[in-house]
């Protein structure tokens, strides 16, 4: 199902600014049974997009009323809102008055081999290196070619994700997933202010390492920190949390604290 | 008139990966009396862009003949030609067989004030830094969040442009056009190995200085440089070249060369 402005349809008007630039803002969340997962947070971090783009954000009860219709048709699915500035004449300068065109639309959960939760992921390195854009960072803009390149980089089924790294080295996340590192003293996971997507669940395990009294860092860190890590998880509100089980030449035993990550994500209520 | 796939339509399948991640390329270029401007240099271009974010390009007679209908019935607009990676899962993988989105679509060609040739422009300095992407650098692709926040940077009529940096102080071109420092010993012109869009016209401009028998240095450069120059040019395929009168407190006296780059630009035969 698909609702532009809230209209049953699936197709969009040829001249948005959405497919010109993209110049848009997304959010990918859950819904299940029937209903949308940690929504304030999502609505929270779409509103906080939004701004940074200065395209006014629809208002949460429009936007719930419209996973709500969603949730009646499909009531396990993965749910995506796309914000755009709206139609637009020819030429980059934002319209006086915006009229912003949203997108809710569903599609099956995605169906990923059991065994991917059970003893975790092989993980591609990609060549790729994101470039840095302190204005656009963190936010889960529709400007997505680094993420549609490097995930062109492989196509065995059995590698779940790739991660990527900076020009500098410093690692960033997976193409569609945030990543945490277990280390002896509690959590890492990198610092977005010049590139990568901050996600919600990014957000919950930071909270959540916290209200358990474990230190998580958020700062720069390269390949090497990664590879001595105890544990490599990668999260996104579609697949939870994964361990890393391999990266290259590299292999990890089955962890501990991804289930106690996974179990911090099922605990919230939203 | 917009054709989206070859058939007038104004709509667009809403799951095109165009609007979900930028993943396309596009063009610009004029229809003077029913005619396609340096049409073999743009469908080259297309072609060059597509194959650096592994599109396959529509065939050049598909695009002639939506060209010839935009033109039969707008003997003078400006012609958008975008190519996306067409309707793909939800995902940043691409999809193993793609079918190309095309959509060819003709706007009113821009009416700029006549003093803007005459007497030159008035050119903001952008805050915002371009990013460097090395992988998409030169590429007109659909992801154009950082010109779209650049020309939000202004609103005043009387500036016609907004000069671009990189993060290292590199000027990289305008928001919508290339530019050309006129000095002593010749032209130059930005390196864009970095990032920038390297235009249909920027290449023009280039070769037919060399024909002149003209240096024109493609390197790295600062303002300094800028504002020391004898003339700065802007150029693209719909303004063809503005000479900068003014940019923050510096002004230029109306040059020499921006005459004979507009009767190059002029001259060629396509």
Known sequence: MILVNGAVSDTLGAADRGLAYGDGVFRTLAIRGG??????????????????????CPAEEVLRDELARLAAHEPGCAAKIIVTRGAGQRGYAPPSEVQPTRIVMSSALPRHPAEFVQSGVKVH??????????????????????????????????????????????VIGGTMSNLFIVERDGLATPDLSRCGVAGVTRDRVIEAAASHRITCRV????????????????????????????????????????????????EEID
Chains 1, 2 share one sequence.
């Open 219 to 266: 700062e720069q860190f390269g390949l090497g920190r990664v590879l001595q890590a105890q544990e490599v998880l990668l999260v996104n509100s579609l697949i939870g949390a994964w361990q890393v089980r391999a990266l290259g030449d590299k292999a990890w035993a089955r962890g501990t604290l991804v289930a106690s990550v996974r179990q911090w994500l099922d």
């Open 35 to 56: 209903r949308p997962q940690s929504w304030t947070r999502h609505y929270h971090k779409l509103a906080w997009d939004c701004d940074a783009v200065s395209i006014p």
């Open 125 to 170: 390195l990609c060549s790729l290196r994101l470039g840095f854009q302190p204005a656009l960072a963190g936010v889960k803009h529709l400007n997505r070619l680094e993420n549609v390149l490097a995930r062109a980089e492989w196509s065995d089924p059995d590698i779940a994700e790739g991660l990527l790294f900076d020009g500098e080295g410093n």
